[in-house]
C-alpha cells in the first residue's frame, strides 16, 4: 500500500512539496500503533517559536523543524536555513553513530535494544534513518515506529524517518541538517541508520564520528558476500543474532572478521576496528558495544581526530553542496539540454573529438 | 639533473608552452643513448601534411602531432583538436592495455621484452606513459628511452614518455588523444604504463581495454602491502622476475593473489582475473600474457562488453571533462575566489549553516 499524500501539519500555503508518502513497514505481530501518523496541524511558520520549541526539547515542535528542512521548496529554504543558524551554537554535543546492515541483519531491532538500554543509562537518543529507496521498499515512518515500538514511545527517544524519496545528495543535506536540530534539542546520542545498498553507506560515513556494520552469521562464507569498501568504513563489526542456537556460528563468524581486518584498512586514524558478537533479544553485548563507542569517543577526542573529522566533513560537504548546485545549473540551462545529446551523439560516431566537444558546449570558440 | 627546454621542435611563435623538461631516468650500464631528444624542427602547423604523415606511420610526424595535442597553449588547441577531428576515423581498432606496479616491479623490462615479442608476431607496439610525478621523478623521455633501448630502436615501435607534469586530469586528456593518434599511425597493440601511485592507476583504467597489475614476490607477505582497489583494476596479475632462485618465491605469490582474487571482485564483467608469473629475462610468460590478453579480447568483443566498455569510457570522459571544465571557470571567478575562505571561516566557527553559505556564495537570495 503506497499511499501519497500531505502531512496534517504544513506551513500555511504550502503545496505538494510537503507530500509524504506512507509506506507499509515490516509488520511486527506485537504492533498496535495506528497506520497514520499524528502530526499537530500549525499555520504558519514562526522561526522564533520553533528555536525556543526546540531548544526546550519540545518533540513536536522539532518534528515541525525538521519538516521545514525536509520541505524542497524553494520558499521555505530560506526560513530553514535561518532556523538552522539559529540553533547551530545549541548544536554539536552528541555522539553520531552510522549503523549500517544488510536488510534482515537486524538493525531496527538492535537500535531498539540499544536506544532503550542507553535511555536507561540516562542519554537521550534520537533515530535518523538515511534511505534513498525508503519510499519503495521499507523505512519508512510507520516501518521505523512499528518495529521500535517501545523506543518509539520513550519520551526520552525520538524517531525520525528516512525523508521522502530524492536524489541521495538530497536525502544526505536533510539528514545533516536534522542532527544539528536534534542536538540542539539536547538529544545526545544520535543514531542514523541506512541499509546497505551502494552508496549511502559512504554518504553516513561522512556524517558520522563512529560507524557501526552491522552483519548476521551466514553459512560460513561470511567473507565472500561482503563488500570490502563496507568494511573498510567500519569503526566496529558488530556480528547480530548471537544467541540461541545460534550463538556458536555467530562466533565464529566474528573470528572471521576479525582475521579479515587484519589486513584491511581501518577506517579512524590510530583505531583499531574489530568484530564482536550481540544479541539485541537477550541484550548480551549490547554494554560492551558502547563501551566501546565510549572508549572511541575518549580516545580520539584526546588525539584531536574527532575535532578533525567533524571539520573535514563539513568542509567535504560545503565543497560538494558548491559542486552540486555549480553543476546543477549549468545542466539546468535550455542551451546545454539542447547540446548535449547531439554532441553525445557525435562522439559515440566518432563524428568529433572529446575536448572539441566540450569546447564547443561551453560556448568556446573552437 | 632537471633541465626545462624547448624541444628543437616547435611550431612557429610558439612560447614556453612546448617546454619538456629532460629528466635523467633509471641508467643502464649498457646505454649508449644521447641525453638529448632529437626532434626534427619546423616551421609551421600545416594540420593537412600532418595528417598526411600520421596516416602513413610517419613517426616523426607522429611525435609532432602528439606535440602540438600535448601544447597547453590555447592557440594550438583548435589545432590540435582539428588535426584529431581528421584522424578519428582512421582511430579505435588497437588492443589498449595498461601496465601498472610499484617502482621497481620491472615494468619498463617487461615492456622491452614484451614489445620486442608482440613485434616479432608481426604487431606494432606505441608505448605511451601516464604518470603525473614524471618530472620530479623518473620515467621521462630519455628515462624510458634508455631503459626500453632495444623497442625504442625498432622501426615497429613507438615510445613516447608522459607529456610534462600538470595535473592528472590534463595529462590524462592529451594520453587518451595520444592513443587515438598512435591509432591512426597503424599501431595496433597500445601500451600505457603507469606508476602505481594513488590516483593514476584509475585514470588509466578508464582509457584502456585490458589492465595488468605488476607484481613481485616479497617476503611473503604480498597481502599486506597492496591496495585492494588496485588488484580489483586489474584483468590479469603478473608476478614478474620468475627468474633464478626467485622462481620460487613467484610461484608461491602468484598462489597467494589467485587465492585473494576468491574474495574480490573482478574489474571486467564475465572475466576471471586471475595471476600468473613470467620472467621479462628470459622471456617465460610472456607468450601465455599475451594467450590471455587475446582470449580477454575474443570473449568481451563476443558478449559486447569490449564495445560497450568503450563507448563508456567515452561518455564518462566527456561528463567529466565538461564537469571540470564548468567547476573551473566557477572558481576561476576572482568574486568566488574572494568569499570562499570567509564563508568557510564562518562555517567553521559555527556561524552559518553550510547551505546557508551556498546559497551566498552562488549570490542567490538567502
Known sequence: MTDKRKPEWAPEGSGTEFASRVVVGKQSPASSISQHVTVHQVKHVDITSLVEGVKSCNRTMLSKAITLIESNSDKHFEKGQELLKQLLPYSGSSIRIGITGVPGAGKSTFIECFGLWLIE??????????????????????????????????????????????????????????????????????????????????????????????????????????KKGIIELADLIVV??????????????????????????????????????????????????????????????????????????NTEWFNTLINESVLHSFYQQSRIKESLPILQKKISIGELPVAMAVAELLNQKT
Open 121 to 226: 543509562q540516562g542519554y537521550r537518543v534520537a533515530v535518523l534513518a538515511i534511505d534513498p529507496s525508503s519510499s519503495i521498499s521499507k523505512g519508512s515512518i510507520l516501518g521505523d515506529k512499528t518495529r521500535m515500538e517501545l523506543l518509539s514511545r520513550h519520551a526520552d527517544s525520538f524517531i525520525r524517518p528516512s525523508p521522502n524519496a530524492g536524489v541521495l545528495g538530497g536525502v544526505a543535506r536533510k539528514t545533516r541538517e536534522s542532527i544539528l536540530l536534534c542536538e540542539a534539542a539536547g538529544y545526545n546520542v544520535i543514531l542514523i541508520e541506512t541499509v546497505g545498498v551502494g552508496q549511502s553507506e559512504t554518504t553516513v560515513r561522512s556524517m558520522v564520528d563512529f560507524f557501526l556494520l552491522m552483519q548476521i552469521a551466514g553459512a560460513g562464507d561470511e567473507l565472500q558476500g561482503i
Open 240 to 313: 547480530n543474532k548471537a544467541d540461541g542456537d545460534n550463538i556458536q556460528r555467530a562466533e565464529l563468524a566474528k573470528q572471521e572478521y576479525n582475521n579479515a581486518l587484519h589486513y584491511l584498512r581501518h577506517a579512524t586514524e590510530a583505531w583499531v576496528t574489530k568484530a564482536v558478537t550481540c544479541s539485541s533479544v537477550n541484550g548480551t553485548g549490547i554494554k560492551e558495544i558502547w563501551e566501546i563507542i565510549q572508549n572511541f569517543k575518549i580516545s580520539t577526542s584526546k588525539s584531536g581526530i574527532f575535532t578533525q573529522r567533524r571539520t573535514t566533513q
